[in-house]
């Protein structure tokens, strides 16, 4: 298993932390240089704060950590593709790369927008998509299945 899938795991260990608080079961996985310096899932419900998504919770620590705001050398590992809110973090915070779950058809900044590769921005991020997609998609297919009932 590469380093992708790995980080990806502990990402997808977060969504299952946030599914079990009745949370959309997203997670998130901030690494600097080889090591985690944030582990984050969402949190919207939990705390009231619609801002509270696993990746925004990642760039906040990880920016508090000592690494700055600017997170050029960092890679956020999340198992859902980011939303619009989301993706404009990456974009202000530089993060340097993003390598993400399974696709949001509804709302998705990266394959929708194209939002982290768009040249009118001041910042563009690497991207990698669909590392342990369908492990991503399962997590929440299950947890909106229980939702309504089955």
Not at 41 to 65: C, F, I, K, M, Q
Request: glycine share 12%.
């Amino acid at each position: 298993m590469g380093e992708d899938e790995q980080f990806m795991k502990m990402a997808l260990e977060q969504a299952r932390v946030a599914g079990e608080k009745g949370e959309v079961p997203v997670g998130a996985v901030l690494v600097v240089d080889g090591k985690v310096v944030a582990a984050t899932h969402n949190l919207r419900e939990t705390s009231g704060d619609p801002t509270a998504h696993a990746e925004v919770l990642a760039l906040r620590e990880g920016a508090s950590s000592g690494e700055g705001w600017r997170l050029t050398e960092a890679t956020l590992y999340v198992t859902k593709e980011p939303c619009v809110m989301c993706a404009g973090s990456m974009i202000n915070a530089r993060l340097g790369r993003l390598v993400y779950g399974c696709s949001d058809t509804k709302g998705g900044a990266v394959s929708i927008y194209g939002l982290l590769a768009d040249g009118k921005l001041n910042h563009k991020v690497d991207v990698l998509p669909g590392v342990l997609e369908e492990e991503c998609a399962a997590l929440l297919r299950e947890f909106f299945s229980s939702r309504r009932g089955g």
